[in-house]
T-cell receptor, first 111, second 109 residues
Framework: DARVTQTPRHKVTEMGQEVTMRCQPI?????VFWYRQTMMQGLELLAY????????DSGMPKDRFSAEMPDATLATLKIQPSEPRDSAVYFC?????????FGPGTRLTVL | TQLLEQSPQFLSIQEGENLTVYCNSS?????LQWYRQEPGEGPVLLVT???GGEVKKLKRLTFQFGDARKDSSLHITAAQPGDTGLYLC?????????WGAGTKLIIKP
């Protein structure tokens, strides 16, 4: 049963620290998405890749967030420096055409 | 800007009752998907509808895509406590999904 995996599942860090979240998409899926979910804003698209190429990162604060896909089995989302307002659950999803399959998320708390 | 409006935002009903959740837009989508999310987990795909007027059934859940492919509904018959969760609709557009804000559903035993 193929699944999207994300690490870590939980991260608590202090303001100003670097945070890296990792995602392993489902093999064969050609699109990868990073989302952020909060109670107030719901599900927000941060960035997405197709065939490993970044297509849209307009949802990300460019000065502190970066997303990369070094190979087909790994996508990363980095926050440097982190701020308390970044506290949220970050989801990675992979898919084909319009259908997306989500990982379990990384719950980030920035103190 | 494409938007999907979901209603109601919150619904709490007794076990055994029926309910309908709506997802509306002024935009046309290539597909419409429904996801359910439980606490601590990511959204899980329930169904994808792609043809205007299409109806799909998943046990007690019935999904309908509007004829013009701008709206959709999810109907649950005889709701059970296991149906509790956040229901999200999402419209497919150019390899991306446009998301509704979700309907938080609570089914009381």
């Amino acid at each position: 049963d193929a699944r999207v995996t994300q690490t870590p599942r939980h991260k608590v860090t202090e303001m100003g620290q670097e945070v890296t979240m990792r995602c392993q998409p489902i093999l064969g899926h050609n699109t990868v998405f990073w989302y952020r979910q909060t109670m107030m804003q719901g599900l927000e698209l941060l960035a997405y890749f197709r065939n490993r190429a970044p297509l849209d990162d307009s949802g990300m604060p460019k000065d502190r967030f970066s997303a990369e896909m070094p190979d087909a089995t790994l996508a990363t989302l980095k926050i440097q420096p982190s701020e308390p307002r970044d506290s949220a659950v970050y989801f990675c999803a992979s898919g084909i055409v319009d259908t997306q399959y989500f990982g379990p998320g990384t719950r980030l708390t920035v103190l | 800007t494409q938007l999907l409006e979901q209603s109601p935002q919150f619904l709490s009903i007794q076990e055994g009752e029926n309910l309908t959740v709506y997802c509306n837009s002024s935009s046309v989508f290539s597909s419409l998907q429904w996801y359910r999310q439980e606490p601590g987990e990511g959204p899980v795909l329930l169904v994808t509808v792609v043809t205007g007027g299409e109806v799909k059934k998943l046990k007690r859940l019935t999904f309908q895509f509007g004829d013009a492919r701008k709206d959709s509904s999810l109907h649950i018959t005889a709701a059970q406590p296991g149906d509790t969760g956040l229901y999200l609709c999402a419209g497919g557009s150019n390899y991306q999904l446009i998301w509704g804000a979700g309907t938080k559903l609570i089914i009381k035993p």
